[in-house]
T-cell receptor
């Protein structure tokens, strides 16, 4: 079967750095997405990786290793507004999105 | 209005009621999706429409009935629901279906079935 694993919850301190991991086992691979979802709001797109390596976008970076079936989202200089759930999703060989259950990130002052 | 909108934002219904959820996208997209989001579970894809034709129905019970009258509007008709159907129902759209384009989500309808 297809599977996306990410931690259920993480806690970090304002101003610090946090890394949210995602591992996947899917039928084929056509890219990996990260979305952010604040409580009671719509998921919003953060990043898309299809090639190995690190992509940086401001305070957020996303890394992909296709051979390891692994990605992470790196958040730097954490702010209170970064408290949210972070969803990992893989586009499989049929171009269907397979979603992880999300990681709830709690930022403490 | 911009983006993807959904109404109502909250809905409480009895098991014998019939109600409909509405989604509208103002992005000129050709694909629209219904998802179910339950606490601590992955998003479950329910239905996919591409150019107003249904292309995906992931074994969803018949008490959920989608309708896509045009590329901007999507409905989810609900009847004889069960308490386990209580969840957040999200609508999304993308430029085309079945490729790497990001999906844009609406804020969701929080459904409670009594």
């Amino acid at each position: 079967g297809q599977n996306i694993d990410q931690p259920t919850e993480m806690t970090a301190t304002e101003g610090a750095i946090v890394q949210i991991n995602c591992t996947y086992q899917t039928s084929g691979f056509n890219g990996l997405f990260w979305y952010q979802q604040h409580a009671g709001e719509a998921p919003t797109f953060l990043s898309y990786n299809v090639l190995d390596g690190l992509e940086e976008k401001g305070r957020f970076s996303s890394f992909l290793s296709r051979s390891k079936g692994y990605s992470y989202l790196l958040l730097k200089e954490l702010q209170m507004k970064d408290s949210a759930s972070y969803l990992c999703a893989v586009l499989d060989s049929n171009y269907q999105l397979i979603w992880g259950a999300g990681t709830k990130l709690i930022i403490k002052p | 209005e911009t983006g993807v909108t959904q109404t109502p934002r909250h809905l409480v219904m009895g098991m014998t009621n019939k109600k409909s959820l509405k989604c509208e996208q103002h992005l000129g997209h050709n694909a629209m999706y219904w998802y179910k989001q339950s606490a601590k579970k992955p998003l479950e894809l329910m239905f996919v429409y591409s150019l107003e034709e249904r292309v995906e129905n992931n074994s969803v019970p018949s008490r959920f009935s989608p309708e896509c009258p045009n590329s901007s509007h999507l409905f989810l008709h609900l009847h004889t629901l069960q308490p386990e159907d209580s969840a957040l129902y999200l609508c999304a759209s993308s430029l085309v279906q079945g490729d790497y384009n990001e999906q844009f989500f609406g804020p969701g309808t929080r459904l409670t079935v009594l």
